[in-house]
């Protein structure tokens, strides 16, 4: 079945470091590939996806690569805000049907000031 | 304009009682769901419903059920709580596209 493995946390950065959080996967044929955030408090919000081999998905700074050979979509910053400390999903989704989303265990990203 | 709004927000009560969460979307989508994320901030889907019709049920216990009157409500029924009930629950509602709109959760805590 498909599966999401992201890195565990906490990663904890200092203000304008460089974010980088690991999502690789396991799916059948050729799934949709997203970043959902999760702020203190609040829902999932759609940060970012990538529908098919190659695309950048990219929003706030944020940017993912859908790698096929790889089987990765990691997630990056080149300098993150203390705005950003949330929890990160990695998750996908095949394309065929009413699928379920699938999500990674999530990352939660502390910035310091 | 809220997309997708989920009540009550905060949900506190005692083991063997009823409850429910109700959830509605304002977006015209087709298809919504039920998650449940634990303490270490796993989600997990429960239901995924699509035109009022039931698509997806998970191993999910039948204390479990969700209702949906119409194509913009999905409420979710639990009997006789437990313990181990305790989560943030979270509706959500998507397109054909796959992207799914989450609600803001209840915090349901069962004493």
Request: proline share 5%.
């Amino acid at each position: 079945g498909n599966s999401v493995t992201q890195m565990e946390g906490p990663v904890t950065l200092s203000e304008e470091a460089f974010l980088t959080i690991n999502c690789t996967y396991t799916a059948t044929g050729y799934p949709s590939l997203f970043w959902y955030v999760q702020y203190p408090g609040e829902g999932l919000q759609l940060l970012l996806k990538a529908t098919k081999a190659d695309d950048k998905g990219s929003n706030k700074g944020f940017e993912a690569t859908y790698r096929k050979e790889t089987t990765s979509f990691h997630l990056e910053k080149g300098s993150v805000q203390v705005s950003d400390s949330a929890v990160y999903f990695c998750a996908l989704t095949s394309n065929s049907g009413n699928t379920p989303l699938v999500f990674g265990k999530g990352t939660r990203l502390s910035v310091i000031a | 304009d809220t997309a997708v709004s989920q009540t009550p927000k905060y949900l506190v009560t005692q083991m063997g009682n009823d409850k429910s969460i109700k959830c509605e979307q304002n977006l015209g989508h087709d298809t919504m769901y039920w998650y449940k994320q634990d303490s270490k901030k796993f989600l997990k889907i429960m239901f995924s419903y699509n035109n009022k019709e039931l698509i997806i049920n998970e191993t999910v216990p039948n204390r479990f059920s969700p209702k949906s009157p119409d194509k913009a409500h999905l409420n979710l029924h639990i009997n006789s709580l437990e313990l181990g009930d305790s989560a943030v629950y979270f509706c959500a509602s998507s397109p054909p596209d796959s992207i799914r709109y989450f609600g803001p959760g209840t915090r349901l805590t069962v004493t």
